[in-house]
């Protein structure tokens, strides 16, 4: 009796579908036309329909039925017939009923037309273009509190929740007339359980509207299971701390009681004037607080990942804004179109609103794309589609501002089909406008998140501390004095630097000032002034004005005001203070002096002499010397590298033991010849435009030290650096060569040796000469920009040498250079290489060198009858089989088993393996960092496995030399246990006359950290079996120039 029933059953919707008006119409599957259940459960489940469908519809058709009397389309044509205003298609009441908050529909659920009409009107009050002025106080009420908090985060965090209590902050202000709190909560690493518990349920809102008997199903099951046990779910817990608070907050609204304290009109009481019952006005309330909050703090969170990931665009931004005078009203905010393309363009990209908008077919049906839809039919499609349309916006995937605005950024392009297709929330004509009231506060969360203007500077400021009396920093000299002296080159640096600042407008020098604040107070004030996580702070206001008769007879023009903000920003009190009358000093007073302190007199007081550089610990004599009383400050840039780059150098050179005139001869070099070619210094928070690939935290230098094989010989000391400039990276310059051929042709003039001819040999003949193709397929073709240029200094016995580093890129290879086209450049050079052919036989014969992958070609820069072409690569196997084969050139280069031995047991020494490992055993890998894997996105194969060089010049051996690389700073224990390890190997075998001094120079690398507390200082061990069976042995380090500690401890600050 069962089975029959099911037949029946089953036939009769077999006879149903294949009846129906809509048979014509292609089936998303073969399910849809029985159930939407059978097909679509699994893509709602997941939550990617709304990806699967244009899929469909790109194979299918406009039309797809996805459901018994159901149909999805994809067609702006459909789309705007649909959703045109009395187009007589009305909202499908299963689906926008479950937004119904306690059975009174809002604005967004409202099913039938007159009403919605009669509500879009009461809501024109506060929702219509000239009433969103009214609301720019309340945003930016919340938008100043989520900014500051912002200034107290230290490192990363996800910016997605931030965004989300923002908003809810916002709306609910505006809704209720009080906010709930949520930044608050965020700041404290809290969130709200209302948000966070109705966030959950939110997901599965398409899966559960859909399908609304499973829905109706699911509560019955939750709330059984309530009943039964006493508790509940938390989002149902959520839920109910939800309804409470707009309870509560709707109650101190209404009319009938005292309204709450408020400058601000709200949702609730607008409504209720209106005429609109109270129980109404609070579902509207409650219904405005999902809708308006999700899809816009998703968008935002987006755009300023977006913009995050653009120095570029961002700086661009910030300079447009900076001329305008950061705007906060919206229409001066629109019109500035670098940033209303960036609004347009995130908002576009993130793509938050990506639900269904069903629809119902109206009585009669309609004909649409040639085929009859009955009346009934609910018909649906998804704003998204249109934003990700690919003709209409190539490379939809990729934030791209520029599809709005012409390059120079001053116009917004004309696009009449971009336009059409940008439905970035809804085509409804109250939704737009309550978008355009997103889009406000989308665009004061974007200006007021890029910085301050150069007029206005504000910190944080302990109240009353006033630091420098209790002698807070450890003066290299008497504190009275150094006191006194600190003073009176404040005392000039307000007078000179802000009227500088004023008269050039020069935002550089503005963000120098302000970092110098920061910098200054972190070192000599324990952050008593300027630490973002004081609480009970005021603000620090620098306001310049040429005129001011408070200034009259003083020094400057100047004037500085502490002032003291109340929970409402617009109440302040203000106390001015003339520069000039400088006794007794104040706090506003002080801290102005500081904040221009680093652009005069930065070196003198605190980054060399009397200050912080005499305190380090392991400066030699020569750094001191130097660094101390001979050689100027020249901008943070430079001095912050040369802090960091000639400290380390300064210690690798004395460790080995050059003489007093070869240190000397080493850092005067490195000083005036290759600092000035590391680019722009990290700011506060180790942010720089461009890292470089020379290690694995973007440093742009790695330094060696190669052991001598004779039992007393001195090491030497070399290093490799990327040159780094203001055009790294752009459509200039996106290989990220030309502040390197610069240096190159510098180097030619100050080295005598130097001899680039190879270098531009393989400039000419490694990379495609079209730098806007690069650009382009950096910006849209999803390969990361990296460097492709970088140069070795030696400071050998017979002087110093030079060479280049080349990592090939050809136009359409993803930033992945093939053997070939290596080899091609190689052999222009000389066609008739013995080395480069014992090698290609090696490749395309050998099992481990067909796993050989080539990423850089090094010649060095001296005559060709003399110089090396080292051309690198990576293997993935980490077993010593594998390196024993590579090594011998599969056999055919004898080397004695003694010798592989020594290597073999380096080795296991360095890695703390077992000495009977196995030699077939791959080695262990540490996991890589988020940094190392976005430097090396387009390189992943240095991140793994082992390197090796073949040496290959032209006219030499029929064999190669080859080295091979155990990259320590991914293999092996922590930094402290590998230097143990390198220099007890060295003492056993006769070769550790200097294996004491390399240990402290290793620990003057560690100012930031300890050695055994991580890993990344050392990088790779090379080794190479010479001809004569000797190891040659050489060290290499990297700085840790970005590491979190060098930009979170006091000693982080200055450079180290």
Not at 112 to 133: N, V
């Amino acid at each position: 009796m069962i089975f029959r029933t099911i037949s029946v059953n089953l036939s009769k919707a077999l006879a149903r579908a294949h009846a129906s008006a809509l048979s014509h119409i292609p089936n998303a599957a073969w399910g849809a036309p029985y159930s939407r259940l059978l097909w679509a459960f699994y893509q709602e489940y997941k939550g990617n329909i709304t990806i699967k469908l244009p899929e469909l519809h790109e194979r299918l058709g406009p039309l797809i039925r996805i459901g018994p009397n159901e149909v999805s389309f994809y067609s702006m044509d459909i789309y705007d017939a649909v959703h045109k205003v009395n187009s007589g298609y009305v909202k499908d009441p299963r689906n926008y009923g479950e937004f119904v908050q306690d059975g009174h529909p809002a604005l967004f659920s409202i099913t039938d037309p007159e009403e919605h009409s009669k509500r879009r009107r009461i809501l024109g009050q506060l929702y219509s273009r000239s009433k969103i002025g009214n609301l720019e106080d309340l945003m930016l009420i919340h938008v100043n509190n989520f900014v500051q908090i912002l200034f107290q985060k230290f490192g990363a965090f996800d910016i997605g929740p931030a965004c989300r209590a923002l908003e809810a902050d916002i709306i609910s202000d505006f809704s209720f007339g009080e906010a709930l709190g949520a930044i608050n909560a965020w700041s404290r690493d809290e969130e709200l359980a209302i948000v966070s518990k109705n966030d959950k349920k939110a997901t599965l809102m398409p899966l559960l509207m859909n399908f609304p008997t499973l829905y109706e199903l699911w509560c019955s099951v939750e709330d059984a299971a309530s009943r039964l046990t006493g508790s509940k779910v938390s989002y149902r817990q959520g839920l109910e701390q939800y309804d409470q608070w707009t309870y509560d907050a709707w109650t101190r609204n209404k009319l009938s009681e005292k309204p709450v304290t408020s400058e601000f009109p709200n949702l609730i009481r607008v409504m209720v004037a209106a005429g609109v019952p109270s129980q109404t006005a609070l579902s509207e309330a409650k219904e405005n607080l999902g809708p308006g909050t999700d899809t816009t703090s998703a968008s935002l969170a987006h755009t300023l990942y977006a913009l995050s990931k653009n120095p570029v665009f961002q700086q661009e931004l910030y300079e447009d804004l900076y001329q305008q005078g950061f705007p906060t009203d919206l229409t001066s905010l629109e019109n500035i179109p670098r940033l209303k393309a960036c609004v347009k363009e995130g908002i576009r990209w993130a793509g938050a609103a990506s639900a269904m908008l069903p629809r119902v077919v109206p009585k009669g049906g309609v004909e649409l794309n040639r085929k009859y839809i009955p009346e009934g039919t609910v018909l649906t499609s998804s704003p998204i589609w249109y934003l990700r349309d690919k003709d209409v916006y190539p490379n939809p995937d990729l934030f791209d501002p520029y599809r709005w605005i012409d390059e120079s950024g001053d116009f917004i392009k004309e696009d009449a089909l971009r336009d059409r297709f940008y439905t970035p929330f809804s085509k409804d004509r109250m939704l737009k406008t309550m978008d355009k009231i997103r889009t406000c506060g989308f665009h004061r969360n974007i200006i007021d998140s890029s910085g301050l203007p150069l007029e206005v500077g504000a910190y944080a400021v302990h109240d009353l501390v006033f630091a420098v009396k209790d002698g807070v920093h450890d003066w290299s000299e008497d504190g009275e004095s150094a006191l006194a002296r600190a003073q009176k080159k404040l005392k000039f640096a307000i007078i000179e630097g802000l009227d500088t600042a004023y008269d050039s407008k020069n935002i550089d020098h503005y963000r120098r000032v302000c970092d110098t604040a920061v910098w200054i107070d972190q070192i000599f004030f324990g952050w008593q002034l300027t630490h973002p996580g004081r609480r009970g702070h005021s603000d620090l206001e620098i306001t310049i004005e040429h005129s001011n008769p408070r200034c009259e007879g003083s020094w400057s023009f100047s004037s500085v005001a502490l002032v003291r903000q109340s929970r409402n920003v617009r109440a302040r009190s203000r106390i001015e203070i003339d520069s000039h009358d400088h006794d007794p000093w104040t706090i506003s007073e002080v801290i102005a002096f500081l904040i221009h302190e680093m652009a005069h007199v930065y070196l003198d007081l605190f980054s060399c002499r009397g200050g912080l550089c005499s305190d380090r610990k392991h400066a030699t004599t020569a750094w001191k010397a130097l660094a101390q009383e001979c050689l100027p400050s020249r901008g943070r840039d430079l001095d912050h590298w040369w802090n960091i780059t000639g400290f380390h150098l300064a210690n690798l050179i004395d460790g080995a033991g050059y003489s007093t005139e070869r240190q000397y001869q080493a850092l005067l070099f490195h000083y005036h010849n290759i600092v000035p070619y590391f680019g722009p210094a990290p700011d506060q928070y180790g942010n720089v435009p461009w890292k470089s690939i020379m290690s694995t935290d973007g440093s742009p230098i790695e330094y060696s030290w190669k052991w001598s094989t004779k039992p007393e010989g001195q090491p030497e000391i070399r290093y490799s650096m990327e040159a780094i400039g203001e055009l790294s990276g752009s459509s200039i310059d996106p290989l990220n060569q030309h502040r390197g051929r610069e240096l190159m042709q510098h180097l030619a003039t100050v080295v005598p040796t130097a001899n680039f001819d190879w270098a531009h040999h393989f400039l000419a003949h490694l990379f495609d000469h079209d730098a806007a193709k690069y650009h382009r397929e950096n910006q849209e073709g999803g390969v990361p920009p990296r460097g492709t240029l970088g140069h070795g200094i030696e400071y050998g016995p017979s002087g110093i040498s030079i060479k280049t580093y080349f990592s090939s890129r050809r136009l359409g290879s993803r930033g992945h250079a093939s053997f070939e086209q290596w080899d091609e450049a190689i052999r222009c050079l000389d066609p008739n290489n013995a080395n480069r052919d014992a090698l290609l036989e090696f490749l395309k014969e050998n099992s481990e060198g067909k796993l050989l992958t080539p990423f850089t070609l090094a010649p060095d820069g001296a005559a060709a009858d003399k110089a090396r072409l080292k051309l690198y690569f990576t293997s993935p196997n980490t077993s010593f089989t594998s390196v024993r084969e590579i090594l011998t050139i599969g056999g055919t280069i004898k080397v004695s088993e003694e010798s592989l031995e020594e290597l073999r047991s380096l080795i296991t020494a360095v890695l703390s393996l077992p000495d009977d490992y196995a030699e077939d055993e791959a080695i262990p890998s540490k996991p890589w960092t988020p940094p190392a894997k976005e430097i090396f996105a387009d390189q992943p194969a240095l991140l793994g496995g082992y390197c090796y060089y073949f040496d290959i010049p032209p006219g030499r051996s029929k064999t190669p030399d080859i080295r091979f690389y155990l990259p320590v700073r991914q293999y092996g224990p922590d930094d402290g246990s590998i230097a143990n390890s390198v220099a007890t190997w060295m003492k056993s075998r006769g070769r550790g006359a200097y294996a004491s001094k390399f240990l402290r120079m290793m620990e003057s690398f560690a100012e930031h950290r300890k050695l055994d507390e991580g890993k990344g200082l050392q990088t790779y061990i090379g080794c190479m079996i010479k001809k004569n069976g000797d190891l040659d042995v050489t060290s290499y380090f990297g700085p840790e120039a970005y590491h979190p500690s060098r930009f979170a401890t006091r000693n982080g600050m200055n450079g180290h």
